[in-house]
């Protein structure tokens, strides 16, 4: 059985991003930024967006292999109907030096201020 990302769960193309980050709600943590916004289907799609600020082309791909990952073994953990964009720091990934399971539990965390954030509380939308 593949293990990769299948198509119909992935955001494709410039017009798949931009309602996206027009109107998307976001989550700051430490490591990386999390914004989704409803998709009108029944499955959550995943996009990622990294500059070349965040370096060279060895990092970005490492970076965005280790958010498909997360993705895909966490399905359950994020919220069904949304479209889910990562947005890696800068920092997050320093040679060998990353520790996913951090990473999990503050997703675990974003699922609940997602569902905060959906009801309208606006205390969830403040910065951790």
Do not use: Y
């Not at 409803?38 to 965005?64: D, L, T």
């Not at 889910?84 to 503050?106: A, S």
């Amino acid at each position: 059985m593949p293990e990769g990302l299948p198509r119909p769960e992935r955001l494709c193309g410039r017009g798949a991003f931009n309602p996206v980050f027009k109107t998307g709600k976001r989550i700051k943590l430490p490591e990386l930024t999390i914004v989704f916004a409803p998709n009108h289907i029944n499955c959550s799609r995943m996009g990622i967006s990294i500059g070349r600020s965040f370096g060279g082309a060895v990092k970005r791909n490492r970076a965005k292999r280790l958010i498909r990952e997360l993705f895909r073994r966490n399905k359950d953990i994020f919220p069904q109907g949304r479209d889910i964009v990562f947005i890696p720091h800068k920092g997050w990934l320093r040679d060998e030096d990353i520790n996913l399971q951090v990473t999990l539990k503050n997703v675990f965390k974003a699922k609940d201020k997602c569902k905060r954030l959906d009801s309208g509380d606006e205390a969830a939308s403040t910065h951790w």
